[in-house]
């Protein structure tokens, strides 16, 4: 395995998980069987996933001095993703989710707070992000998220995106990205077409060299200039889908950062959100690099 890391810039928010047996109609009262406390946001639990692959791992965002904020940090220092704590201003607050996460489908339901306050385009370090092979981003913070991307493709490395919703200034954006990957959800919104081909063919035109479209239980597009390849999702018995495409993101950085063709990113990615699929939590149930190995090898064996 080649040696690599991963500076990120993005979202952190704190998710309450909320299970239940069927989400509830409105105005009604039903009763959870279980919750739990954990940091989320794309960019966070891909590098997490990036560090149980075995890579070095960064992260720069924005949270206050509170007992959400602290549940990031220790969050971060347990996953060994290095970091510097935020100057926070007196009326910051963290953000955070709460997350409905339905037993008999594993799907879930966010609403979220990003918290109150983005990271500053005077904030990026620059220095720090050459250090890196690559950069990762969820869009969030735009202007920063532009400087770290020139940055990174300054110094000769690779600029990822992991695009959850439609972003200011999203043309100037991807001028900066070598690797996007979206839900089909997006394609929507940001084209009135949900169709993954088109919508992808349309994202490659802005300026990304690869695309990749997720759609859950329908499986995942890879766009290139020359080819497209679809996945169909690994048939599984889901538990949590919360943080899945998180993983797939962070998982594609990994093929990509080892050279790998565009057909093995795409399987290994899938893989590595399957397998997120089938515990509980975007921390615990991440996969290592030899758990996937291992799951590709008894699925093909299958």
């Known amino acids: 395995m080649k040696a690599f890391s991963v500076f990120g810039l993005g979202t952190a928010v704190v998710d309450h998980l909320v299970f239940l047996n069927e989400f509830p109609a409105r105005d009604t009262k039903n009763e959870a069987d279980d919750h739990f406390f954990q940091t ?19 992260f720069q965002g924005k949270w206050a001095d509170d007992h959400l ?52 385009e005077a904030e990026v370090n620059v220095g720090k992000i050459a250090q890196f092979d690559a950069l990762h981003l969820d869009g969030w913070s735009t202007p920063a998220a532009i400087k770290a991307a020139r940055a990174m493709r300054d110094g000769g490395g690779r600029v990822f995106l992991d695009l959850g919703s439609p972003k200011e200034d999203l043309e100037r954006l991807l001028e900066g990205v070598d690797v996007l990957n979206c839900p089909v959800r997006l394609l929507a919104r940001l084209f009135d077409d949900a169709d993954p081909i088109a919508g992808g063919r349309r994202l490659l035109a802005l300026g990304p060299e690869q695309v990749t479209v997720t759609n859950g239980d329908q499986g995942a597009w890879l766009l290139a200039q020359d080819e497209v390849i679809h996945r169909p999702a690994f048939p599984i018995d889901a538990i949590d889908t919360n943080g899945a495409g998180d993983t797939f993101a962070g998982a594609i950085v990994f093929g990509s950062l080892q050279g790998w063709p565009a057909a093995q990113q795409l399987e290994f990615a899938s893989a590595a959100a399957a397998l997120k699929c089938s515990g509980r939590g975007n921390r615990d149930a991440l996969p290592t690099r030899d758990e996937v190995v291992e799951f590709l090898k008894v699925r093909s064996a299958g």
């Open 40 to 58: 989320g946001g794309p960019v966070p639990t891909a590098l997490a996933a990036v560090a149980r692959f075995g890579g070095r791992a960064a």
């Open 69 to 120: 904020g602290r549940v990031i940090e220790e969050d971060l220092k347990e996953q060994g993703i290095e970091f510097d704590a935020p100057v926070c201003e007196s009326d910051s607050r963290t953000g955070f989710a709460h997350v409905w996460v339905e037993r008999a489908s594993g799907r879930r339901t966010s609403v979220f707070h990003r918290g109150s306050h983005a990271v500053d």
